[in-house]
C-alpha cells in the first residue's frame, strides 16, 4: 500500500483531530452527541465550528438580526463545549461569520488538519427529502476529508456496515475504508452493488465475488447483495432492513460530479438513511 492510503486509513482508524460543524438546530443534535462520544472514546481533540451566517446587505439594514444570529450561534459553540468538557473531551471552538457557510467548514477542515468532518444531515433552511445545495452536500463535494453524516436519531457504531460499490475509482476506495474499520470494530459487513438493468447483473455479481475474496483475505466474512433497481431506494431500503449502523459510500460513482453532489446516488442516500454515512474521499 502506498503512504498516502496508510495515512488516510490511519486517519480513520486512530483520529486525533476531528471538526464538528454544527449550527445549533435540532438537525445538529447527533453530531454533536456522537462526535464528543467518539471523541471520548479515541482521546481525540475536537475542533468545532459554527457559522453565522448572516447576508451582507442585511449587516447594513439590520444590525440587531445580525446580532441576535451572532449571540446565538457564540451560544451554540458555548454549549457543546461545555458538553464536550463534561465527557473530558479537549475541544476548541471556532466562529466564523458569512453567506456561505461551508466554505470555512471545508477551510477550517484543511488548515487544522482534522482527520475526519462529522455533521448533521441538514441544517436549519435544509429540505425534508433532498439537501439540493445545503451546507453538508457542499462541504462533501468540495471537502477532500472523509465526511460522517449523522442524522437526529443516528448513532455513530459500527456493528453491522453497509458497503456500498458501483466498481468505480472512489467505491474501490470506500471499500478499502469500510474493510479497515470493520477490522477494528469486529463488524459484520454487508455489500450490495445496483444494477439499473437485468444486463448489469452479471457484472455486478462478478464484481462482487472479487470484492469477497478481498475481504475473506482479510479474514472478514461478507455478505453480497447484487440488486436491481434504483441505486439510492435500494441501499436506503436494504440499511433499513438489514437494521445497519452505518452506510460506506464514495463521494460520486461512475455517473458522479466532481465538485457538487447534486442529484447523486450518495446524496440521496444521505438524505434518506436512517443510519449514519461514511462518504469517502
Do not use: W
Not at 46 to 59: R, Y
Not at 60 to 83: A, M
Not at 86 to 110: D, Q, R
Not at 112 to 134: A, C, E, N, P, T
Amino acid at each position: 500500500k502506498g503512504v498516502g492510503e496508510m495515512s488516510e486509513f490511519k486517519r480513520l482508524l486512530e483520529p486525533k483531530r476531528i471538526l464538528l460543524a454544527t449550527d445549533g438546530s435540532r438537525f445538529s443534535e447527533g453530531a454533536v452527541r456522537e462526535a464528543i462520544n467518539l471523541g471520548r472514546k479515541e482521546g481525540a481533540r475536537l475542533f468545532v465550528i459554527s457559522v453565522a451566517q448572516v447576508n451582507t446587505e442585511l449587516m447594513g439594514y439590520s444590525p440587531e438580526i445580525t446580532e441576535k444570529i451572532e449571540r446565538q450561534t457564540r451560544q451554540t459553540l458555548e454549549t457543546v463545549s461545555k458538553r464536550a468538557a463534561e465527557a473530558s473531551v479537549s475541544c476548541e471552538t471556532i466562529f466564523h461569520e458569512g453567506e456561505e457557510p461551508y466554505i470555512f467548514i471545508v477551510n477550517e477542515a484543511k488548515e487544522r488538519d482534522v482527520d475526519f468532518i462529522i455533521m448533521g444531515r441538514r441544517g436549519l433552511r435544509g429540505l425534508m427529502k433532498l439537501m439540493l445545495g445545503s451546507v453538508t452536500a457542499l462541504v462533501i463535494g468540495h471537502s477532500d476529508r472523509d465526511v460522517f453524516v449523522v442524522p437526529r436519531a443516528g448513532r455513530l457504531v459500527f456493528k453491522k456496515i453497509l458497503i456500498c460499490t458501483d466498481g468505480s475509482e472512489q467505491s474501490q476506495k470506500a471499500f478499502k475504508k469500510a474493510l479497515v474499520l470493520a477490522d477494528k470494530y469486529n463488524s459484520s459487513l454487508i455489500a450490495i452493488s445496483v444494477a439499473t438493468i437485468e444486463d448489469e447483473l452479471k457484472n455486478i455479481k462478478e464484481h462482487l465475488e472479487l470484492l469477497e475474496k478481498k475481504a475473506k483475505n482479510k479474514g472478514l466474512a461478507i455478505e453480497t447483495l447484487p440488486v436491481i433497481g434504483t441505486p439510492y431506494e435500494a441501499i436506503t431500503t436494504t440499511a433499513q432492513v438489514k437494521d445497519v449502523d452505518l452506510i460506506v459510500i464514495g463521494s460520486h460513482g461512475r455517473t458522479g460530479i466532481k465538485k457538487l453532489l447534486l442529484g447523486s446516488v450518495a446524496e440521496r442516500v444521505i438524505a434518506l438513511a436512517q443510519c449514519s454515512v461514511l462518504v469517502t474521499k
